[in-house]
């Protein structure tokens, strides 16, 4: 029996005698899960304030900042550009590919790119020098970029061990408001990492240091039109 059936089976006998709600009418295709769904009263707020699209974007940037991310803007066409020049700033040799990041982004750079591979140890992800990827979606009133682990973000430890990660969203697709209307557009069964400025953590006598379990810098580029090919 593995660790997760112990904990499962330890919540199903704590649970064993806690009755179903079974008040209220409930959709019959839907079944009795529903009806937790209506036990809370679900009153908060979906987001704070009325903004329009730039005003979203402006927020965006703005927390992204407040957390020590660098932020850049551009459009589709400058992409490769400023992907180019930041990796040439933070003086990279090699930059870490997800396997379907698209071709264009990296077409300004002749930075060596080392492959997304489920065989590579810790050390050789230590020795590259940046991440490149694209992201879920990013949440304006946090500051926050999530990763879902899709092809054009690569296995989560990619984006944990190197120091410098240059993480794309495109504008305005992929902003969201707030919390709670990212949680629609998320899979809650993919492997979610939640990111707000570069890691970093604190001692008791609040002396910041950064990069402790995840990369020093974080630049996100900001980019208006398809951001595609």
Known sequence: MSSRDLILGRVRRALAD???????????????D???EQAVPRTYLREHGARDVAETVDLLAENLADYR????????????????????AHGSSSVLVPPALPEGWLSATEVARVADRADSTPHELDEVD????ACALAIAETGT???DGSPDQGRRRIT??????????????????????????????RPL?????????SDIELDRVEGVHGPRT??????????GE
């Open 18 to 32: 806690v009755r179903r709600d079974d008040t209220g009418p409930v959709p019959a295709a839907r079944g009795e």
């Open 69 to 88: 991310a660098i932020v850049h803007r551009t459009d589709t066409a400058g992409l490769p550009g400023v992907i180019a020049g930041l990796l040439a």
């Open 160 to 189: 944990l061990v190197p120091d410098h990660h240059v993480c794309v969203v495109r504008v305005p697709d992929q902003v969201v408001p707030s919390v709670p209307l990212a949680l629609e557009r998320l899979d809650p069964t």
């Open 145 to 147: 970029i999530v990763l």
């Open 218 to 227: 974080l630049e996100v580029v900001l980019v208006s039109g398809d951001g």
């Open 193 to 201: 990492t939640w990111i707000s400025g570069p890691s970093a953590t």
């Open 34 to 36: 529903a009806r937790y």
């Open 130 to 133: 940046s991440v490149v990827t």
